[in-house]
């Protein structure tokens, strides 16, 4: 990065604002918004849903240069390293004073169907021994002690030898969990578990070729807020009818899929970290867009053949399973499957709408680890924007109805600027201006403002040369009744000649 010009004061210490003040007023002139046209998402609540595709391993981030952080949480950046580079979100502005909240034809024809509630919400217990209760310790000492009496031989599970060490007790605790802590039921349930293990040959299984039909499929992401690595099940990809018939068509074929599931399923779980304060579990997003109806009878067939066959022998490996472009046909599907799920697995469900998936997303999952096609701004699997990756964080800003918001950059140095953004969504208009500090000093139109439709591309990048010192402004018009969210990030490189 170049150094400060000698005649420059030093920049101020780094801090990030961000200032929504309402600027609506009634008018009675225009109507109220139209209401939601897709099912809204139900929070953490007891749910019921599809079948239980687990998860695989997680994706290792690609590290790029140190970002300038800007955390909404926070009125002001605190303990960060000495920046360039100041943002400030400028107080929304500008209502439009025309806008049309009259839905279109096709919202007025979209189902609204109630989505499964959550009646529980599942929070994930400490797996340290020192965290039990009285009875929890005890029955799993009880466990062990079982265990110990019965296995003969060296037995490995998982990758994890059995009785050898702590990572031991995190394994049984999630046979206990699944059982209630009924010891005899928990010790009857890995025992069938250790017998079906040899009987799938699934040490063997972890090395076969089984082909690369399912990527799209299914596939790791990043990982969760609080660290879980994230597994996306895409149903969708079945409305190809090759790929249908090729995976579910004939019991040979679904067998051989449901061997494909558990590998991948193996080889991730492979990759936990199964000490008492480690990441053990995996979150799971399921996609229903433009998934085949439960009128598949092949794809009944195998759900329920998998269904059952995981929860039998990988308890307690779901963190979260949020179920999103939830469509109208979900419910009846959930009343086929529902008695074949016990009320803990339940309870880790979360259902959203077409319209309120990618804000359910960024509850469990920082933007920037989020897939573009899911409203976020992850790249690492293109080479779309080198300039950023998973690491790098991002800054969300809620845009109200009808109201304008400008994200102010204030550059003390020469540098080159990059940034990405995009509105989820879009149904708005973006511009880019430079404004030099000099007085005589000429604006740069960098981005003239331009509308943006949900058609256009979802991520817009940019960069500039800063050779004069002053404040870039990004700035995103939203006009609609609709409440947008706009996702920013932005980091500055040596300035060259």
């Known amino acids: 990065m170049a150094d400060n010009d000698s005649n420059t004061p030093p920049p101020p210490p780094p801090s990030v604002t961000h200032t929504v003040t309402d600027s609506e007023t009634p008018n009675p002139d225009v109507p109220p918004p139209a209401l939601p046209t897709e099912p809204e998402p139900l929070p953490d609540t007891t749910a019921e849903n599809q079948p239980q595709p687990e998860p695989p391993a997680p994706q290792e981030d690609t590290s790029a240069s140190e970002p300038v952080q800007a955390d ?55 797996n340290r021994v020192s965290d039990l209760s009285d009875s929890e310790r005890a029955s799993l000492e009880e466990l062990k002690k079982l265990l110990e009496d019965s296995i003969k031989e060296d037995v490995s599970i998982w990758g994890v030898p059995l009785l050898k060490d702590e990572r031991t007790d995190v394994i049984l605790l999630k046979f206990l969990r699944a059982r209630d802590f009924k010891v005899k039921d928990a010790f009857a349930m890995i025992n069938n578990t250790l017998r079906w293990r040899t009987d799938f040959k699934i040490d063997a299984l972890l090395d076969e070729d089984l082909g690369d039909d399912m990527d799209k499929v299914v596939f790791m992401h990043g990982h969760s807020r609080e660290g879980h690595p994230v597994c ?8 190809n009818k090759d790929l ?9 074929k679904r067998n051989n899929f449901l061997r494909w599931r558990i590998q991948f399923l193996e080889r991730s779980i492979r990759k936990l ?48 399973q949020v179920f999103i472009n939830v469509p109208w046909w979900y419910l009846a599907f959930y009343t086929m499957i ?21 804000d359910t997303l960024f509850k469990y999952i920082s933007p920037e680890q989020v897939p573009i096609q899911y409203g976020g701004l992850s790249v690492d699997f293109c080479d779309c924007n080198p300039d950023f990756s998973m690491s790098d964080p991002v800054t969300e800003i809620p845009i109200k109805p009808s109201t304008k918001q ?18 989820v969504g879009w149904e708005v208009s973006y511009s880019a201006e430079f404004k030099p500090d000099a007085k005589d000093g000429y604006a740069v139109i960098i981005q003239k403002a331009t509308k943006m439709s949900p058609t256009d591309e979802p991520v817009v990048s940019n960069s500039f040369k800063v050779s004069d010192l002053g404040k870039l402004f990004l700035t995103i018009d939203n006009p609609t009744m609709k409440k947008k969210r706009l996702l920013y990030r932005f980091k500055i490189k040596p300035y060259s000649d």
């Not at 249908?244 to 040979?252: P, V």
């Not at 529902?338 to 990618?358: D, E, I, L, N, Y």
């Not at 080159?416 to 953004?421: A, D, G, H």
């Open 406 to 423: 400008t994200v102010e950059i204030a550059i003390y140095e020469k540098c080159i600027i990059v940034w990405e953004l995009r509105v």
């Open 273 to 320: 970290d199964f000490t008492p304060g480690g990441i053990n579990t995996i979150f799971q997003v399921n996609d229903l867009k433009n998934s085949p109806g439960p009128a598949k009878r092949e794809l009944r067939l195998a759900t329920k053949q998998a269904l059952q066959l995981l929860q039998d022998n990988y308890p307690e490996f779901v963190a979260k």
């Open 232 to 239: 996306y099940n895409v149903y969708g990809e079945f409305q």
């Open 338 to 358: 529902s008695p074949f799920m016990t009320q803990r697995t339940k309870s880790k469900f979360v259902f959203a709408g077409p319209s309120k998936s990618p």
């Open 244 to 252: 249908y018939d090729k995976t579910f068509s004939t019991e040979e």
């Open 72 to 126: 909404t949480s926070q009125p002001e950046l605190e303990n960060e390293k000495e920046n360039d580079v100041v943002a400030v979100a400028v107080a929304e502005q500008n209502p439009n004073p025309n806008p049309n909240p009259t839905p279109t034809p096709q919202e007025q024809e979209q189902r609204s169907e109630k989505l499964p509630q959550n009646l529980v919400s599942f929070k994930e217990e400490s």
